[in-house]
């Protein structure tokens, strides 16, 4: 087929080049360079004031440490959880449980907790006014805190169902049942025999993924702005600030800023790769001395006490969306709300038409052209036998490693200097960048997976690439290539930043309305947004699982 | 006319097959129409290699050089789905989203334009094989024995001008072997297909009657 020829071309530019150009739109403006605001000469002054901005070394440091205390308590879980109840029913019971989780987009897992820990929130309510005697909210700063606290929290009930998929997806390359029964025969403790003969060579599979955790924790925007402290807030956020100040200079200490970011980012990677080091030294002693670590009973429950009660945040979080979406008047300390209405959804609505309109057409439009690129390479790949390799893997982990608002500042200044800032083309673009690496990792385990002797078959029947492709291929991974559809959709669904910076506040979604209202407080009109935010994924998965069951229903072999 | 005789058939001339350093396969043999070459070694001995090679799906870390023609119809300079070199492996695998009359359908050259026509033609084949009305079955509900014999009527509906035979009898239980071995030669006897089979079983050559070339037994 010719077309997938053009296909790996295609697809490296559309994920390289708005990264190379928006990080060189980043630097030169940080360097002082942007005709269009005056600065036509080469300068460090903007990041000597970056310098002086009070309180930005502790944002830059509170950034690093959201992001390495996410990471390694949600891989920590994770792993642990792994560990203790591989193959055990628990753990087919938490996987079907944990893996819709992963569909929610940050935002709304983030207003959710926000809505269960706040003082007045749903968990204070069930406490009060017996046990703790109050009968109004508390004066604590929970939500917002400035250590990040809740920050992290939002993030790691996230990033867990995200890390235990990509584990998961590993773990047929090892032979886990029979490695784990020759470690437990050798009179090892289940956690012992997964830490020192299984995660060595399943930690390097999903260290990427690990990687883009870190990266995407220290430069989060969204979850910051919900749940993250304010005075003074992460880095990102004060980037955002600057970057919606009326007064245009702050651009370019803004872009001295994402280029820090870059630094912050970089310098968590730099201390995880520490972290690792740490963690194998200690994973060699335990294994050198011969300890089997036979009492993990404690490790075992706190590993399932993490992994279940993340996933009960993220779903009372949405249940709580929902029931204030409907509620009328619901005061300090009744767990339930005196009156349901849908005022709240009748007032929403006609508003949110617009926003929703273009959350729809950009996740289908972004969706479409991933799953279509992501096709033809794997079809490519599939042609001349290359293309596995490590390197190509990287390239594509590698939008989702660079922080994303260190290069979308540049995109955005690039695309108002191309004119093409609020325009629907861009907009797809921008998402593409994050859409089609998620698309790419979901559905090329599948394809590669397929047994290649029906297209041996099928060329021996004088059927032409193109014809297996469509008669043969694409019906079979049917499965797949919805799954992967949902995945990449729900991903642009839940985009913030691309939204805001590339959109410029003329074109917005679902979520940017979503975390705009934020700092507004009115509960009701968060749950109706957030609520809409959560339910668009949740129906692609659900359109995804379904379909499939429909249209083969007569075909027992194609079931799951 | 002696000249088209000479040239019936399948003629291997002088198909060498490396892995690196190493040759696989060496081979130089004329396979009659409706005749069979065995092609006989251990798993790992590269014997699998000369169907792909002739098949026109070699993996590239192999090199492969010489002719392979049939009918005088060079397959080598062809692409993989113009050569209508038809395959039959292990498993019958057939397509799972299709009808078994979809399945067989699907190989019908495209020159038979009409749908009627095609499904007739399926539907014949299947009555042909004593399958009559399991056309619009979900292929996985059959037996290994009909999978097969589905499989079979696929690739000989295909029209194919050779068929190559990757072990096909070896996952069928010893009664459906030995039935299975008789229905495939007798129909490829009856089309005047020359075969090429590979296989480690001796009853397997024994059953296909023809040559039979050893490979990888140093």
Not at chain 1, 129 to 150: E, K, Q
Not at chain 2, 93 to 114: K, M
Not at chain 2, 134 to 140: A, C, I, L, Q, V
Request: aromatic share 6%; net charge positive.
């Amino acid at each position: 087929m010719r077309l997938a020829r053009l296909a790996p071309p295609l697809t490296l530019a559309v994920l390289l080049g708005p990264l190379a150009f928006g990080l060189a739109g980043t630097l030169l403006p940080a360097f002082g360079y942007l005709p269009e605001l005056g600065g036509r000469h080469f300068t460090t002054l903007h990041f000597s004031a970056l310098d002086a901005v009070p309180g930005i070394y502790r944002s830059a440091c509170l950034s690093v440490l959201v992001g390495l205390v996410t990471t390694l308590v949600a891989l920590g879980a994770v792993a642990a959880f792994v560990a203790s109840d591989l193959g055990t029913p628990l753990f087919s019971r938490v996987r079907r449980m944990i893996s819709p989780l992963l569909s929610v987009p940050h935002a709304a897992a983030a207003f959710g907790l926000a809505f269960l820990i706040a003082p007045s929130g749903m968990i204070m309510r069930l406490i009060s006014p017996w046990p703790t005697g109050l009968d109004r909210p508390p004066d604590l700063l929970i939500v917002n805190d400035p250590m990040a606290l809740s920050m992290m929290a939002g993030l790691i009930v996230k990033e867990i169902p995200f890390l235990f998929l990509v584990t998961l997806a590993a773990l047929p390359q090892t032979r886990h049942p029979e490695i784990m029964r020759l470690g437990r025969s050798l009179g090892y403790g289940r956690v012992a025999a997964f830490l020192i003969l299984l995660w060595p060579s399943l930690y390097r599979q999903i260290r990427l993924a690990v990687f883009a955790v870190v990266a995407y924790a220290t430069s989060v925007v969204d979850v910051a702005l919900i749940l993250g402290p304010q005075l003074p807030p992460t880095l990102p956020v004060r980037l955002i600030e600057w970057m919606n100040d009326p007064q245009l200079e702050t651009r370019f200490i803004a872009s001295a800023g994402a280029v820090m970011q870059l630094g912050v980012t970089l310098v968590a990677l730099i201390a995880w790769v520490g972290l690792e080091r740490i963690g194998a030294a200690l994973v060699a002693i335990v294994r050198d001395r011969g300890r089997r670590l036979r009492r993990d009973g404690v490790a075992r429950a706190a590993s399932r006490a993490l992994m279940l009660s993340s996933a009960l945040a993220v779903f009372g979080g949405i249940a709580m969306l929902a029931l204030w979406s409907v509620s009328g008047l619901w005061q300090f300390p009744d767990a339930l709300p005196s009156g349901f209405t849908f005022r709240s959804w009748m007032q929403a609505l006609p508003r949110m038409s617009g926003p929703l309109l273009t959350t729809l057409t950009v996740a289908t439009l972004s969706t479409l052209i991933a799953l279509v690129l992501t096709i033809l390479c794997l079809e490519r790949e599939y042609e001349t036998g290359r293309g596995r390799g490590r390197d190509a893997l990287l390239l594509i982990y590698l939008p989702l490693i660079v922080p994303q608002i260190s290069f979308m500042f540049g995109l955005q200044v690039l695309s108002i200097w191309l004119g093409v800032d609020a325009s629907f083309p861009a907009l797809v673009l921008a998402h593409l960048v994050f859409v089609l690496p998620y698309v790419f990792l979901s559905l090329s385990d599948p394809w590669r997976a397929h047994d290649r002797r029906h297209d041996l078959i099928a060329a021996g029947l004088g059927m032409s690439r193109a014809r297996t492709l469509i008669r043969i291929r694409l019906p079979m991974l049917t499965r797949a290539i919805l799954t992967a559809a949902a995945v990449g959709f729900s991903v642009s669904v839940g985009q913030y930043l691309p939204t805001v910076l590339i959109g410029a506040g003329r074109l917005t979604t679902v979520t940017t309305e979503a975390v705009a209202l934020a700092a507004g407080g009115n509960r009701r009109v968060i749950g109706v947004y957030a609520f809409m935010q959560t339910l668009l994924p949740f129906l692609a998965f659900a359109i995804a699982t379904g379909l499939p069951g429909l249209l083969f229903r007569n075909r027992r072999g194609l079931r799951v | 006319m002696n000249d088209q005789t000479n040239r019936a058939g399948l003629e291997l001339d002088d198909v060498r097959i490396a892995l690196g350093e190493r040759e696989l396969v060496r081979l130089s043999a004329r396979v009659g129409r409706g005749k069979t070459l065995t092609v006989m070694g251990p798993s790992g001995s590269g014997k699998s290699t000369l169907l792909a090679y002739l098949g026109g799906f070699l993996d590239p870390v192999f090199v492969a050089t010489g002719g392979a023609s049939v009918d005088g119809v060079d397959l080598i300079a062809l692409e993989a789905e113009r050569r209508r070199a038809g395959i039959l492996f292990q498993d019958p695998l057939l397509f799972p989203h299709l009808s078994v009359a979809d399945n067989i359908a699907i190989a019908i050259p495209q020159d038979v334009r009409s749908r009627a026509e095609r499904r007739a033609m399926a539907d014949a084949a299947l009555e042909d094989a004593g399958m009559r009305g399991f056309g619009d079955r979900d292929p996985d509900t059959l037996s290994g024995g009909q999978k097969a014999r589905v499989a079979l009527q696929r690739v000989l509906l295909s029209r194919p001008r050779l068929l190559l035979l990757d072990e096909p009898f070896s996952k069928l239980d010893a009664d459906l072997r030995e039935q299975t071995r008789q229905m495939v030669f007798s129909k490829a006897a009856e089309a005047g297909l020359p075969v090429l089979l590979v296989t480690h079983d001796e009853a397997d050559a024994r059953a296909a009657g023809g040559e039979v070339h050893k490979v990888g037994l140093a």
